[in-house]
């Protein structure tokens, strides 16, 4: 093996050039930066961390705005608030999925309170109290958002109440609206297939699935399509997909660990060669 100094060397100089590479994505954007660190936190299921990210990167972009001064109509203005609400609900929605559904009606109160006008950010934050004791107050505030005007979103996120109890033709009427307006909204089909499932129409459930795929983007939607399927279709084997999902997602890792495995135990396998000369 090589010695420790070097072996902690080479580690520093992978995480070095590791964040060089993410700082050049972001152009050198701290905030950006921040964020592309979240996603990559996202993805390996580390949810605090990645939580934590996104509002560190939403703070950036917060004092961003603070410094060019909050001017109404101004485009500067628009674009840090429409990342900053985004950002926000970018965490609000990895903690709600994750099962913390007071920290994510926390985060998502404070998406909503950047931009009162987001109907995205109204919409998740009236999501996350679905299932406590305001739900019901939740469910009438989604209806009156609809009266105003129709959205994907909020559509979504009614059916997905009225999905959870006795109203499952309600449901899946306003899920198909919300496809309609949008028929890229990735959430809508994976809750048709759910609502479907729960009734045992194996057929519709596989025909949301066929319908998701066209529209999924990223390891975790498509993760999520195949363990679907795996309930929907017993005879299909999940397993060698998330593999599959796995490798595809994690390859450039898996080759920078093992060529620093290279690296430390080199000596081991070059002294032998060094010894016969």
């Known amino acids: 093996m090589v010695r420790p100094v070097y072996a902690v060397l080479g580690a520093v100089v992978l995480v070095l050039g590791w964040l060089a590479l993410v700082g050049y994505q ?14 990559s936190a996202e993805r390996c299921r580390l949810v605090g961390i990645a939580a934590k990210g996104y509002l560190l990167a939403a703070d950036l972009r917060r004092k961003e705005l603070d410094r060019h001064g909050r001017r109404s109509g101004d485009e500067t203005s628009r674009r840090l608030i429409a990342q900053i609400v985004i950002l926000r609900t970018k965490a609000a929605r990895v903690l709600l999925d994750s099962g913390y559904r007071e920290a994510a009606e926390a985060v998502a109160l404070q998406a909503a309170r950047a931009d009162y006008g987001d109907l995205q950010a109204r919409a998740l934050l009236l999501e996350t109290r679905l299932d406590s004791s305001a739900g019901s107050t939740a469910q009438r505030e989604l209806m009156l958002m609809l009266l105003k005007g129709e959205h994907p979103q909020v559509l979504y996120v009614l059916g997905k109440a009225l999905a959870a109890g006795p109203h499952a033709k309600e449901a899946a009427g306003y899920l198909q609206r919300a496809l309609e307006l949008d028929p890229s909204h990735f959430p809508t089909y994976v809750a048709l297939c759910q609502l479907a499932l729960a009734e045992n129409d194996r057929v519709s459930a596989l025909h949301w699935l066929d319908r998701a795929a066209t529209v999924a983007n990223g390891r975790a939607q498509r993760e999520l399509l195949v363990r679907l399927r795996g309930i929907a279709d017993p005879r299909y084997q999940p397993l060698p997909a998330l593999l599959v999902l796995w490798w595809c997602e994690h390859w450039v890792g898996v080759a920078t660990a093992l060529g620093y495995l290279v690296f430390v135990f080199s000596p081991l396998w070059l002294a032998p060669l060094f010894g016969r000369r």
Do not use: H
């Open 26 to 39: 972001a152009q050198w954007e701290p905030a950006a930066a921040v964020q592309l660190l979240a996603d």
